[in-house]
C-alpha cells in the first residue's frame, strides 16, 4: 500500500498562503474544460482534487481493483464496500476493506446512496464510458436556456472530439463472446418492438478488440471498470487533463479538499484541507484566488455552496442554491432468462446499446453488463427515466453538514417508466425479474444514482454561462448546472456546456 499511498503526494501541491489567477475545485469533466481552455487563453489554472492522483501501481503492481475483487483501493473512506449490486443468488457480497481514500465514493443521504468518482479525473475513471448526446427533440426539456443550434452545431462536436469518443465495429459486435449479452438485449428488445441502438463510447473500441483476441492486456474484457480500467478507457486524464498540462500553465493538487471560499476584497480566500489515503486532515492550508470554478460534481458542489450561503460564507447567493436536485431518473433491474438465452460468462464492462423508449414510456433503458465471470442467464440494465422528482439539499447546522431530502418513494414514477419496457419484455419472453441482486427481494434498485444533476442550475442558480448570482468571479461549471435529467447518460452534455460556457466566459470575462 506505501507505493499507492505516496501517489496523491507526488504531484506538485498547493502551497499555504499562495495566491493563483484561477483555482478549480475538482477534475472532473466541467473542471477539465475550464482547465484547458483557460489555459490555452493564457491564465495559470491550479485544479484542487479531494481524490487521489491515481497514476501509481498498488501493491498487486496495478493501479486499478478489478470489479470482481475489490480491495483497499476500491471505496472512498470506507471500512466495508457498498457494491451498487450487493447480493447475488440471494448471498451477500460486500466485504471488509481497509479505510482508505478509495475511488468509488458511495454517499448515502437519507433516501438515496449517489456514487461518485473520486480522483484525478472524477467520474472519468469509474463510469461505464457511455458518451451519449441526448436527441435533439429531447435538448429544450434539458437545458431550456440554452440554444440547441450552438449546441449540436459545435459544443457536442467539440466535446465528443475532445473525449475520444467512438464507436464498436458493428460486425465485431455481433460475433464476439463478451457482446453475447448485448445482443440477447438486442433480441428481446426487438421481438417485444422496442427501437435498439448502439451507443458511443469512451473506451478505446480497437483496443477492447486486441484485449478480447488476447493480444493486449485485458481490462474491461476482465470486468474491470467500478474501481479504474488499468487499460483501454480514455478517462480525463487521458484526455482533456493531459491537454491541460501539456500547456505547463495547469497544476493539480490531489488529496486536497476544499471546504470554504470567502470574498476577500476583489480575490477569494479559499481554505483547503489536505487528506492523508487514511482520510485524516494532514494540512489546512489558505490560499487566495482572483476566480474560482466549482466544479466538485453535482452533489460537492451543491454542497459547498449550500454550507457557504447558510453559514454566510456566501450569503449574497441567491435562494435557488441547491435546489433542482435529480438522479437522472435511474433505475436498475435484472431479468431470468431461459436456461436457451445465455448472456455469456465473459461479458466486457463496457456497455454499448440501449433500449430507446423515451417518447412512448420515459425510460431510455442500457444494456448493462453483469460480469461475474460465471454464466448467469441473466439480463441487467440501467435505465434513465423521466422521473419529474426534484430534490433540495439543506444546511444541517446541529448536525455540521448538508442533507438532501431526496425519498426512495421518489423513484416509483421511474420504475413504472422502466416497467413499459421490462414488462413488456418478460410477457413476449415468458421470463420473469430477478430478485436475488439488491438484497432481500427486492426487484427494483431503487436505492442509488449513477448520475447526480443540479444542485446550481444554469440561469437560476447561475447566469445563462454559469456566473454564480451575487459574486463576480465565482462560476459553476459542472453537472450541478444541469436541471436533474438529460435523457441519456450525462458526461457528454456536462462536457459540452463547460465548453459552451468556458467559451463565453473567456471572451468576456478575462
Ligand atoms: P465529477 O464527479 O466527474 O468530478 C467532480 C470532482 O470533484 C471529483 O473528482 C471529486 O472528487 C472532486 N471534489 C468533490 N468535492 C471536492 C472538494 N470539496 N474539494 C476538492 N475536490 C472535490 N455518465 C455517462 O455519461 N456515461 C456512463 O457510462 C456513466 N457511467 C457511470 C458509472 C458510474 C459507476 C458512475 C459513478 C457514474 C457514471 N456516469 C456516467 C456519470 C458521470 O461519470 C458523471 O455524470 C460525471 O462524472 C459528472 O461530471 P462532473 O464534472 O459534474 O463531476
Keep these: 500500500m506505501a507505493t499507492a499511498a505516496l501517489a496523491g503526494r507526488a504531484a506538485a501541491a498547493i502551497g499555504d498562503g499562495a495566491h493563483v489567477p484561477v483555482l478549480v475545485i475538482g477534475t472532473g469533466y466541467g473542471g477539465s474544460v475550464a482547465a484547458l481552455r483557460l489555459a490555452q487563453a493564457g491564465v495559470d489554472v491550479h485544479m484542487v482534487e479531494m481524490g487521489m492522483a491515481w497514476d501509481t501501481p498498488g501493491t498487486d503492481g496495478k493501479i486499478f481493483a478489478n470489479t470482481k ?29 481497509p479505510r482508505y481514500t478509495g475511488i468509488l465514493d458511495a454517499e448515502e443521504f437519507s433516501g438515496i446512496i449517489v456514487y461518485q468518482g473520486r480522483g484525478v479525473g472524477g467520474g472519468s475513471l469509474v463510469n461505464g464510458g457511455m458518451a451519449v448526446t441526448p436527441k435533439r427533440e429531447n435538448f429544450g426539456a434539458i437545458l431550456p436556456s440554452v440554444s440547441a443550434d450552438e449546441m449540436y452545431g459545435t459544443y457536442y462536436p467539440r466535446a465528443n472530439s475532445e473525449l475520444g469518443v467512438n464507436n464498436v465495429d458493428p460486425a465485431w459486435w455481433e460475433t464476439v463472446d463478451c457482446y453475447q449479452y448485448s445482443r440477447v438485449g438486442r433480441k428481446h428488445a426487438q421481438r417485444s418492438g422496442f427501437a435498439f441502438t448502439l451507443v458511443p463510447n469512451a473506451y478505446d473500441m480497437n ?36 491537454k ?34 487514511d482520510g485524516t486532515v494532514s494540512a489546512t492550508k489558505t490560499v487566495t484566488a482572483d476566480r474560482v470554478f466549482f466544479a466538485a460534481g453535482s452533489v460537492g458542489t451543491s454542497k459547498l455552496l449550500t454550507k457557504l450561503k447558510a453559514t ?28 436457451w438465452d445465455p448472456t455469456g460468462a465473459v461479458q466486457t464492462s463496457i456497455p454499448t446499446a440501449g433500449i430507446d423508449n423515451w417518447a412512448a414510456g420515459g425510460a431510455f433503458a442500457e444494456v448493462a453488463p453483469l460480469p461475474t465471470g460465471i454464466e ?20 444541517n447546522a446541529a448536525a455540521n453538514r448538508v442533507d438532501l431530502n431526496w425519498q426512495t418513494a421518489w423513484k416509483q414514477p421511474a420504475i413504472n417508466m422502466a416497467k413499459t419496457i421490462f414488462d413488456k419484455i418478460n410477457s413476449t419472453e415468458g421470463t420473469i ?31 445563462n454561462y454559469g456566473r454564480l448570482h451575487g459574486y463576480a468571479g465565482l462560476y459553476v ?5 444541469v436541471p436533474g435529467n438529460t435523457s441519456v447518460n450525462p458526461f457528454v452534455t456536462i462536457t459540452a456546456l463547460a465548453e459552451r460556457n468556458i467559451e463565453k466566459i473567456i471572451a468576456t470575462d478575462f
Excluded: C
Design 433 to 463: 425479474y430477478r430478485t436475488d441482486l439488491f438484497g432481500g427481494t427486492k426487484t427494483w434498485g431503487d436505492h442509488l444514482t449513477y448520475h447526480p444533476l443540479g444542485g446550481a442550475v444554469l440561469n437560476k442558480a447561475t447566469d
Design 477 to 481: 461549471i459542472d453537472g450541478a448546472l
Design 207 to 242: 483496443y477492447m478488440k486486441q484485449e478480447a483476441a488476447g493480444s493486449a492486456p485485458q481490462s474491461a474484457v476482465a470486468g474491470e471498470l467500478l474501481y479504474g480500467n488499468n487499460y483501454g478507457k480514455k478517462s480525463l486524464p487521458k484526455t482533456y487533463l493531459a
Design 69 to 97: 475483487t475489490p480491495d483497499y483501493r476500491s471505496y472512498w473512506l470506507r471500512t466495508r464496500t457498498k457494491q451498487p449490486i450487493s447480493s447475488f443468488l440471494g448471498f451477500p457480497i460486500d466485504k471488509d476493506v
Design 312 to 339: 454566510g460564507a456566501l450569503s449574497n447567493l441567491n435562494g435557488e442554491v441547491g435546489k433542482g436536485w435529480g438522479d437522472n431518473g435511474n433505475v436498475m433491474v435484472g431479468r431470468a432468462n431461459h436456461m
Design 376 to 395: 448467469t442467464y441473466a439480463s441487467f440494465y440501467l435505465s434513465i427515466t423521466k422521473n419529474p422528482n426534484r430534490a433540495q439539499f439543506s444546511w
Design 244 to 277: 491541460a498540462k501539456a500547456t505547463g500553465r495547469v497544476q493539480i493538487s490531489p488529496l486536497h479538499r476544499v471546504t470554504s471560499v470567502t470574498p476577500a476584497g476583489t480575490r477569494y480566500t479559499v481554505v483547503i484541507e489536505q487528506l492523508t489515503s
